[in-house]
C-alpha cells in the first residue's frame, strides 16, 4: 500500500510517500480501507517533534479517518465487511479502571493513531474493532474525516470540563481552527452566547456565519478590550484556549468572577504567563483537557447523524500533496480542515 511515513523529525520534507506492506487485522481488529485522512496540528508536531518526548519512529501519521471495513480479525462483532466507519481517533487500554468508568482518555496507557501507532495517512490502516464507528449517513467522506478529533476534544472542553449551561458567555480563541469551529458550534447548541476570535476579516465573518454572536480580528483589535464591551465589564463565563503562549493570560483576565478557561494544547507556544491575583481573587478555574472518551465520540456523531453538529472542511487534497496540506496548517491559512484522499 502507499503510506505517508515519518522517518526522522523535521520540515515539510520529512514526510516521505512510499509503499508499505498492507497490515492485517489481528483478533479484536479491523482494517479500514482508507478514504479519507483530516489534518490536525497534532500531525505536525508528530512531524516536527517535540523536545522531551519520543514519538516511535518510523510512523504512519493521521490521527483522523474514515472508510470502508475491508477485512476483520478474530472475534469482531460489531461491525461487518463494507461498513463505512469513521475512526474514534483515541485507545486506552480497555482493562484499567479508568477505562472500566468510561474515561479512557485518562488511561495511563492512553494512545492516538498517528502519534502512538500508525495512523491513517495510507491506503489501509488496522483499528481495534471498537474504534470503528458508523460514519453518519449525511456526511460527506471528508466531512466525516474531519469529525473525530476536534469535535471529541471540543465537546470534552465544552461540556465535560466547563460545564457549560444555557445564557452562559463564551471566548473561543482560533475559531477558524478546528477546535474553534467544533466549540462554537457545540457551544450554541448549548444555548449560549459565544464571541470569537480570528486573524483575517474573512474568518471572522465566515465564524460569525457558523453562529458565533461576535467576532474579533486579533490582528487589528484587543480582543480583551472587545470581550470587556460586550459583556458590560464582567468577562465571559468560560474561555476556551488552544493557541497558548500569545493568548492564555488575556483569556484568564477575560473572565468573570468564578470563570473557568479550559486548554487543550499550546499550538503557539507552552509558557503559561498571568497575574496570579487574578485567579484568587476572581475565583477562576484553570482546567486541562486532553481529548474525551470513546463514549463522548458516539455522542458527537450522534449530533452529526441528526444535523445538529456539521464539520467544516476547508480544502481536498490528494495524499501526494501532504506536504502542501501540512503547510497550509501550518501556515494557519485554514477554517475548518484540511483533508487528503489516498
Not at 27 to 42: F, I, S
Request: glycine residues 12%; hydrophobic residues 40%; aromatic residues 4%.
Amino acid at each position: 500500500m502507499r503510506a505517508v511515513v515519518i522517518h526522522e523529525h523535521g520540515d515539510l520534507d520529512r514526510l516521505v510517500l512510499e509503499d508499505r506492506p498492507t497490515p492485517e487485522p489481528g483478533p479484536g481488529e479491523v482494517r479500514v480501507k482508507v478514504v479519507a485522512c483530516a489534518m490536525n496540528h497534532l500531525d505536525t508536531w508528530v512531524r516536527r517533534g517535540v523536545p522531551g518526548h519520543r514519538f516511535p519512529l518510523p510512523i504512519v501519521p493521521g490521527c483522523d479517518f474514515a472508510g470502508t471495513v475491508d477485512a476483520i480479525g478474530d472475534g469482531v462483532s460489531n461491525v461487518a465487511l463494507g461498513d463505512e466507519v469513521c475512526v474514534a481517533p483515541g485507545f486506552g487500554c480497555g482493562t484499567c479502571e479508568e477505562c472500566a468508568d468510561g474515561d479512557d482518555n485518562l488511561c495511563r496507557r492512553y494512545g492516538i493513531f498517528g502519534e502512538t501507532c500508525d495512523g491513517g495517512c495510507a491506503e489501509f490502516a488496522v483499528i481495534p474493532a471498537r474504534n470503528a464507528l458508523p460514519k453518519p449517513s449525511r456526511l460527506s467522506w471528508e466531512e466525516a474525516a474531519a469529525a473525530p478529533l476536534a469535535y471529541l476534544t471540543a465537546w470534552h472542553m465544552v461540556v465535560h470540563r466547563a460545564k457549560l449551561e444555557p445564557g452562559q458567555t463564551v471566548l473561543v480563541q482560533a475559531g477558524g481552527s478546528g477546535v474553534g469551529v467544533a466549540a462554537i458550534q457545540i457551544a450554541k447548541l448549548l444555548g449560549a452566547k459565544v464571541i470569537t476570535t480570528a486573524g483575517t476579516d474573512e474568518k471572522v465573518a465566515r465564524a460569525v456565519a457558523l453562529g458565533a454572536d461576535v467576532g474579533v480580528n486579533y490582528r487589528t483589535h484587543d480582543f480583551l478590550k472587545e470581550v470587556k464591551a460586550w459583556t458590560g465589564k464582567a468577562g465571559v463565563d468560560v474561555a476556551i484556549d488552544h493557541v497558548g503562549e500569545p493568548t492564555i493570560g488575556k483569556s484568564i483576565a477575560a473572565l468573570k468572577k468564578g470563570g473557568a478557561l479550559v486548554t487543550c494544547g499550546a499550538t503557539a507556544g507552552f509558557e503559561l504567563k498571568t497575574d496570579l491575583r487574578l485567579v484568587f481573587f476572581k475565583s477562576l478555574s484553570i482546567l486541562g483537557s486532553t481529548m474525551g472518551s470513546l463514549g463522548e465520540v458516539h455522542d458527537v456523531l450522534r449530533l452529526m447523524e441528526d444535523g445538529r453538529l456539521t464539520p467544516v472542511v476547508h480544502s481536498v487534497l490528494p495524499l501526494e500533496e501532504i506536504r502542501e496540506a501540512h503547510r497550509i496548517l501550518g501556515d494557519r491559512e485554514v477554517f475548518g480542515k484540511v483533508v487528503v484522499r489516498p
